[in-house]
């Protein structure tokens, strides 16, 4: 966690939080060092030099035991004693300034004692057995997770061995990320006399890498300043325009957020909601993106209105209001208190326009809403401590779980396949990247998370893991689909498993994997089979007698005898007429059936839900009566579409045969995405037999649906 020197000239972020309940004098983290240097207090009192932690700690907890605060504070200082920072601070500023962090962001006494400790193993003699010895377990496991791995003993692979050993101990305790996140933020602000190239390394690695677990732990007030500071180092052009935006702004007399403002007050206040309402200025980086956006910026793109209230039905209270007695811009409505954020982020997300056509964003929350909204699970205390009545009649149950969030189980699932650290650290920062998840349902009412732009690939290896290889398709909601479908938040995902022990995964999978869990598992598997085929072709190769391999079906492919070889026979109201069985959707008994005359003194006859009839009856043809004669044979073509898997033309011809029907031809197009459609021309010793069979071949492993053959073509008639 080496800390870098501080640089006075380094810009700052828009600070963008809350007025605090108490003001308190900018700290003076080069005075506190000093402080700390005079040598360990009385034992009885605590230390003057984390006097700020105390007070920002018990503003939070007011009843907190300060005492391990103060052995940490001990510890601390004597074994970094000596110590000094770059710009030649005493080095223990950096974990006071890190725990004070922590503090004011409302983390319970073990982090804050963990904080405090959190580099003493990494940099001075301090040994973890003596941390948890002095402490306890529950402090030793914190340090151990953000401590870094040693260089001489990792080498190149040091930085990401040491974030996978960081993620694996979150996985168990959030709180280490949590000190991660604190230690990196005021290593950033304190970045200034590094070299610029080590500077932007630091940067990009905060952008990749920290930046999104702040927000997938959702430490807003931590992630806004992260995002500022990278901006300031990586864009300083973009940094400095548009704080050049900011500052013309500010210095405007017309502020419509403002005015708007005072309109909410005053409806609220006539409706006798009790409510704070404050202006909420925008970060830097969130003023720079809504530039690029829109183009010129007006006076409202600068910041939000954000309502404080109560209650959570006060929140639809003021949103009641606020539609009635403004104009509402219904569009940009959303609610998160109904459905919060997969990062604990709850609140109403609504706009009104301004009387000069502005539209100003207004944020709905209730206080304890805006706690978690900024601090996240750090606002929640001690995760793995039982909760007080008070908190589960507060969460009343509705709360996910936040030591164990979906996102990170995948992560930790996926990362112990990660052949090697270069692989765990670029698939690391894909995964990072994609900063929105969907929630789709299984059948038997359990959930899958997964991130936005996930397939029925990412589902199967998401609740099979390995077991997917087997995986031959999918239902979204009911309708069958591919494997490569994307899902979107809701959906409903049936998974198709084959029975065949044989079954593999196709290469293709991997063009439709959006997860590192998916990707690395088809990864895997390829690599210990490198001569294997993808399988996906296997149907389409098999060698039965009877069947060939042909191109997508067509007129001439799904045609049906003439009625010299069909001996299901129509009769028709027209003597003398020549009858033909229509090769559109090839009728057979019981069908009802329709005719119509055509060239030649012919009648063809369709089935009457067939499209062709529509369009003959468009065009003017006259209808003939039809009906079936005594005979019970007929012959009829279906369609059969499945999943491509070995053997699957040995187990539907085997179906066909064990039915009583005989194959007259059959062809089989080549496979896409694992799709196979085949097309078989029957002949049926009884027409009744008909649905049976299809029965028997919708049956077979891998088949997902069979149909009347259906050719749309309306112009051979």
Known sequence: MSAEATNPATPGPVTNTVPRRKARPRIDLRRLGRAALLGPTARDRLP??????????????????????????????????????????????????????????????????????????????????????????????????VTKLEKVDYGAAAEPETFRKMLVATGSDVRVMSIKLADRLHNMRTLGVMRPEKQARIAKVTRDVLIPLAERLGVQALKTELEDLVFAILHPEEYDHTRELIVDNASRTDDPLAEVTDEVRTVLRDAGIQAEVLI?????????????????????????????????????GVLGELHTCLKPVVSEFKDFIAVPKFN???????????????????????????????????????????????????????????????????LLDWQEGAPDPDTFWSTLREDLAQDREITV????????????????????????????????????????????????????V?????????????????????TPAARIAIQRWIAAHPGSDDGEGAAANEGVQGVRSAPPVSEDTLGAPNTADAPAT????????????????????????????????????HRVECSAVAHMKSVGRAEVGVRWGDTTECRV???????????????????????????????????????????????????????????????????????????????AF
């Open 48 to 145: 003057d030099a984390i006097g700020h932690v105390a007070e920002a700690h018990r503003a939070h907890y007011p009843d907190a035991d300060l005492e391990p605060l103060r052995r940490a504070w001990v510890l601390a200082e004597s074994s970094h004693r000596g110590q000094m920072r770059k710009s030649g601070e005493p080095y223990i500023t950096h974990p006071l300034a890190v725990t004070l962090i922590l503090a004011e962001l409302g983390a319970e006494t073990t982090t804050l004692t963990a904080s405090l400790l959190h580099d003493t193993v990494e940099d001075t003699e301090v040994t973890l057995d003596q941390v948890g010895e002095e402490f306890g377990a529950e402090v030793r496991y914190l340090v151990d997770g």
């Open 280 to 316: 909420r200025p925008r970060h830097f980086v969130s003023v720079h993106r809504v530039a690029r956006k829109r183009g010129r910026l007006r006076g409202a793109d600068f910041g939000r209105l954000l309502v404080l209230v109560n209650e959570d039905a006060d929140c639809y």
């Open 344 to 410: 604990l982020y709850q609140s109403l997300h609504t706009a009104v326009a301004h009387t000069d056509g502005q539209v100003v964003e207004v944020l709905i929350r209730t206080h304890q809403m805006h706690k978690v909204a900024e601090a996240g699970v750090i606002a929640l205390g001690n995760p793995y401590a039982p909760p007080s009545e008070e908190q589960q009649a507060a969460n009343d149950g509705e709360r996910a779980d936040p030591t164990r969030p979906g996102w990170l189980s995948r």
């Open 441 to 492: 349902y299984r059948p038997d009412g359990g959930t899958l998370g997964l991130p936005d732009g996930a397939t029925c690939v990412d589902a199967a290896y998401a609740q099979y893991g390995e077991d997917a290889h087997a995986c031959i398709g999918a239902r979204v909601n009911g309708r069958l689909a591919t494997l490569s479908t994307a899902l979107k938040d809701g959906d409903t």
């Open 494 to 514: 049936q998974l198709l498993m084959g029975q065949d022990p044989a079954s593999e995964p196709s290469r293709e999978w991997l063009e439709h994997a959006h």
């Open 570 to 605: 129509p009769v028709v109201d027209q003597p003398g007429a020549t009858v033909r069985l229509a090769g559109c959707c090839t009728p057979v008994p019981p069908d009802e059936v329709t005719g119509f005359s055509v060239r030649g003194g012919v009648v063809t006859v």
């Open 637 to 715: 073509t279906l369609v059969a579409e499945s999943f491509g898997r070995p053997h699957l033309l040995a187990d539907l011809t085997e179906a066909i045969a064990l039915e009583g029907a005989e194959i007259v031809s059959a062809t089989v197009e080549p496979p896409t995405q694992q799709r196979v459609r085949h097309t078989y021309t029957l002949q049926l010793p009884d027409a009744a037999h008909l649905l049976t069979l299809m029965r028997a071949m919708r049956n077979v492993p891998g088949v997902y649906d069979v149909s009347r053959a259906q050719h749309h073509n309306t112009t």
